[in-house]
DNA sequence: AAAAATACGGAACAATCGTTCCTGAATTGG
DNA sequence: CCAATTCAGGAACGATTGTTCCGTATTTTT
């Protein structure tokens, strides 16, 4: 009946996850996203509805990609304190290599919109309960192999471990181009286990 | 000759920290800061120029005020290891008491603007370095005093502390409002130490 | 070939953005 | 009193915002 879409949507939702991450809600206009899509105005609003739907549309889709790496990450992991220090380790480098860095689309859109909307909110509080889950499973994995110390429990720990990944990409967003200063977090971090 | 001004500069900057901390600089509009200020348009930009010099200037003083009750703190302190707690504890009951939390005005101005303005990057590299620098002395006095325990290099310690710092704000940002999950953090930051 | 559906570029929308300017009243120091 | 300055209020600015709509071309299915 009807003739077929010549883009593909999740590619266009990967240039929408940039150049959100990027410059954040707020800060990108239509105008932006018509010209980094590389779609009409209408295209775009036929597609996708509005702004604040492809916003979401593109947060959820960062989300799943981030979730699957990271179950991918632990089910292959022959040594989960190494595995760890691997997400760090790739943190680091990540915030070193570019001029500019974006940080953590999910931290970014936390910091901006969770508190103004709902459905933001929420997607960042589930996102935090399933990645706090995943480092907890880890880490009492980690401790049943004797890879990790069992002094501290392992929701406790997870929760540790999220909270200085935050803090890392915040850092990272803050455009910290030192080293030492990443070097030096994860040394102490890593003295925990 | 001229007639004084009839408001308090600095009570009108306190009023533009508290709504440029909520609701970031890129959702606060010209309207909000007449409304909330309680200035005429023309008063507001005779007085501060534009709002990004506004934003600049509420910036720098909500830092200032940070500093130097930081500062105090650690001045007054018998047990450095205590204050640090504190701290922490502080930042915990901020993110509990209230329906929505702020979190820190410097981390949201960080991961909002730091990329895309300079001015701002400035600031928060140079308030990162500051803290640090109070942290690190902090910790050193501390551990001569055998409050802190000395595995760590002082350096280190300042920078994962105030790594710790910028999560948890963030996390309040997101709006966790359950207790347990700040206790699980803290319980392993101060397991270091 | 006809009909249906979609893509596209671009015009156009009302609303809001940050900012400037004008007015008239108020208050100050000389 | 005079001159200078600041106040508040609001009109008005051009620019940009997010969004809608139109006309036309293109592709697909019947």
Same mark, same amino acid.
């Given at each position: 009946m009807a003739r077929t879409k010549e883009f593909n949507e999740d590619q266009a939702l990967d240039k929408a996850i940039e150049i959100f991450w990027h410059k954040g809600y707020n800060g990108t206009s239509a105008q932006d996203l018509v010209n980094h899509l590389g779609l009409s105005r209408s295209s775009l609003y036929d597609t996708f509805g509005d702004k604040q739907k492809l916003f979401v549309k593109s947060l959820k889709r960062y989300q799943k990609q981030n979730l699957d790496s990271l179950n991918e990450l632990f089910e292959n992991a022959e040594n989960i304190k190494t595995a760890l220090t691997e997400i760090f380790k790739q943190a680091v480098i990540e915030s070193l290599q570019d001029r500019i860095t974006k940080g953590c689309f999910m931290v970014n859109s936390a910091v901006e919109l969770a508190m103004h909307d709902p459905e933001i909110a929420k997607i960042v509080h589930d996102n935090q309960k399933v990645v706090e889950d995943i480092f907890c499973n880890a880490v009492k994995k980690g401790q049943d192999l004797g =890879?990790?110390?069992?002094? =501290?429990?392992a929701r406790s720990l997870a929760r540790f471990i999220f909270n200085n990944y935050s803090g890392i990409r915040v850092l990272a967003r803050a455009g910290e181009k030192d080293k030492q200063v990443y070097d030096d977090i994860l040394k102490s971090i890593f003295s925990l286990f």
């Open positions: =890879q990790i110390s069992d002094k =501290q429990d």
